[in-house]
């Protein structure tokens, strides 16, 4: 309250008085204000633990809440987790492999979301984590025992192949189940092989060889078809084809081991028998049809396969010379030449080239690692090489080519035969050489029978060709040479004394009534001289030609084919021979007794030929 003083009109005592008032009014408000602020003081000190436990109940209250909120969330993740763990538990084959990924995959994303927040609900995770490893177990001895089932049924499968892929792609894990994959399928073709192996046993080259028995055609086979069956798998279940790369690996590997055990006693002891040289030229074979499949069929490269390849063209090289010599080697352990110790020998060596000739592939693959005729001129030299030998000089043929190689590869066994058994009729048995015409003859049958087992052997003869054929006339001429000694030289007389004659009315005085020579027509006015040139020339004739027809008649031809050829060669020979002899003095006047010394007209002749040869 303010009050207003006239400082002129009041005295002094007013003013006193009214300031005493004044005081005592500030002291009242000031007693007031000191009572106010000491119960402001006891109301807060009252006040501050209320508030405390208001806050606290505040706090509990949403701690409450969160709880029941957290409850809340487990009972529906509980419910969840129940729904899970029930599908997780069945089998796979009941509920499906795509339903029961799709339920571990949802487990897995429920497992991550619950983990921070459960942390007190330790049972449940560790429930829950327990059903869905056992689970991914399951996954895994499933996705083993699907890739491990045969191919068929496996195929059946397809649709589950594709699940598994996927499954692992989503978790980042492609790698994962391709490494698998090709391990799987690669054991698989393994254990296939080795079930082949075993009941086919291609590592044996002991006994007999008969092509296609040893079993390597038969293992070759099986490899290929674990090959095509893996890539049929790949395709119907689509997964990337080039995965057959690395499944193949796994099968040329066993494939390699077969092989290897055949290589090391092939490589020590492949001369020790003709078989071996087959054997070998069968593996060749397979492994060139493996070669083909892979690089054309599969289209995969593998560097272990090329190894153990040219590991065998390698040892196959030698072949070519080690064949050749145990050939020659044969012919000379015969003691005594004749019609039944060449037969044998020759029949042996041919049938020998005409079974190396049905590896015509092989051949021609090893032929290439030769140069042309190297087989022939190693040392110690060929004995038949000295002798003579059948080879075309200044030839039209690529003579470098694979080809021509191998058709004078088996032209020279042919010589190697021939000349061989030339050789060893010419060496002295007893008192007396054998005749050359007895020579010729065996010669020409020994090659008769060789050219019979050519005819039958399309590979042999094909490989031969054109070349071959004419070397083999070569050797046909040289012998018929030989064999036709006989002929020959009564067909000599014919001409030798018919020239004679002539040579020598032509170097005297000539009676112009006469006709002589070796040509023209029929002779007439003969001398003296000459009728007795021409008794002497027929008479010798007539002795030749039946001792040539006696000695003919003696031999055991053997085919009635080989008969009628030689009996063509002789007909060629003599039968001009004696029409010009018959022509020129048959009819003429050389003798009174004319059958004496013409014995055959030229019809005669002819038929007797016929007839007797």
Request: charge should be positive; include cysteine.
């Amino acid at each position: 309250m303010a009050y207003k003083v006239d400082v002129d009109e009041a005295d002094v005592a007013v003013l006193n008085q009214n300031l005493i008032k004044s005081k005592a009014l500030f002291e009242s408000i000031n007693q007031s204000l000191t009572k106010i602020s000491k119960k402001s003081q006891a109301a807060h000190t009252t006040i501050k633990p209320v508030l405390g436990q208001v806050n606290k109940l505040t706090a509990a209250k949403k701690e409450v809440e969160g709880g029941l909120d957290l409850l809340s969330e487990v009972s529906q993740s509980a419910s969840q987790i129940n729904n899970f763990e029930n599908a997780l538990n069945n089998n796979i084959e009941v509920v499906g492999l795509m339903k029961y990924v799709n339920t571990l995959n949802q487990s897995q994303e429920l497992y991550n979301r619950i983990k921070p927040k459960f942390k007190q609900f330790k049972g449940i995770l560790y429930n829950f984590q327990s059903v869905i490893e056992r689970s991914e177990l399951k996954v895994q001895n499933y996705i083993d025992t699907v890739l491990n089932l045969e191919t068929n049924k496996m195929m059946d499968k397809k649709h589950e192949v594709k699940v598994i892929f996927e499954y692992f792609n989503q978790q980042g894990k492609d790698q994962h189940i391709v490494n698998k994959y090709v391990e799987k399928r690669g054991n698989k073709a393994i254990q296939s092989m080795k079930l082949a192996e075993h009941k086919l046993q291609p590592t044996n080259i002991e006994g007999p060889y008969e092509k296609g028995t040893k079993g390597y055609n038969q293992f070759t086979d099986a490899t290929d078809n674990v090959l095509k069956e893996e890539v049929l798998v790949l395709k119907q279940c689509s997964l990337p084809p080039e995965l057959i790369a690395q499944i193949s690996e796994y099968a040329i590997r066993e494939y390699n081991q077969v092989m290897q055990s055949l290589a090391t006693p092939l490589s020590t002891s492949l001369g020790a028998s003709n078989d071996n040289y087959l054997i070998l030229l069968e593996i060749i074979d397979n492994l060139l049809r493996v070669d083909y499949q892979l690089k054309h069929r599969y289209v995969v490269k593998s560097t272990s396969f090329s190894k153990i390849f040219d590991q065998f063209i390698a040892i196959g090289s030698s072949i070519f010379p080690n064949c050749i010599r145990s050939i020659e080697s044969q012919f000379q352990h015969i003691i005594q030449f004749n019609d039944s110790t060449t037969f044998g020998a020759t029949s042996n060596s041919m049938i020998q080239a005409k079974k190396m000739a049905e590896f015509k592939q092989p051949l021609l693959q090893l032929i290439q690692t030769r140069k042309p005729g190297d087989w022939i001129s190693e040392s110690p030299p060929l004995q038949y090489i000295a002798v003579f030998n059948s080879i075309i000089i200044n030839t039209t043929f690529d003579d470098k080519s694979p080809e021509f190689l191998l058709s004078s590869y088996f032209a020279d066994i042919i010589d190697c035969v021939m000349i061989n058994i030339e050789i060893g009729l010419k060496k002295p048995h007893g008192e007396h050489a054998m005749k050359k015409s007895t020579q010729g003859f065996i010669l020409l049958r020994n090659l008769f029978i060789a050219e019979q087992i050519i005819n039958r052997s399309q590979d042999l003869f094909h490989m031969l060709g054109s070349n071959g054929q004419e070397r083999i006339n070569k050797l046909k001429n040289r012998f018929l040479k030989l064999f036709l000694e006989d002929w020959s030289y009564a067909s000599y007389i014919i001409i030798e004394r018919m020239t004679l004659i002539a040579t020598q009315a032509g170097s005297g005085s000539v009676n112009p009534n006469t006709s002589i020579g070796t040509g023209g027509g029929q002779a007439t006015n003969l001398s003296n001289k000459e009728r007795e040139q021409v008794k002497e020339l027929f008479k010798k004739f007539n002795d030749s030609f039946e001792e040539a027809l006696t000695n003919y008649r003696a031999l055991d031809f053997g085919d009635s084919n080989l008969k009628s050829f030689l009996g063509n060669e002789v007909k060629k020979m003599i039968l001009n021979a004696y029409f010009k002899l018959y022509d020129k003095y048959g009819n003429s006047d050389f003798t009174k007794n004319r059958s004496k010394y013409v014995r055959w007209d030229k019809l005669q002749f002819e038929r007797l030929l016929n007839e007797k040869l």
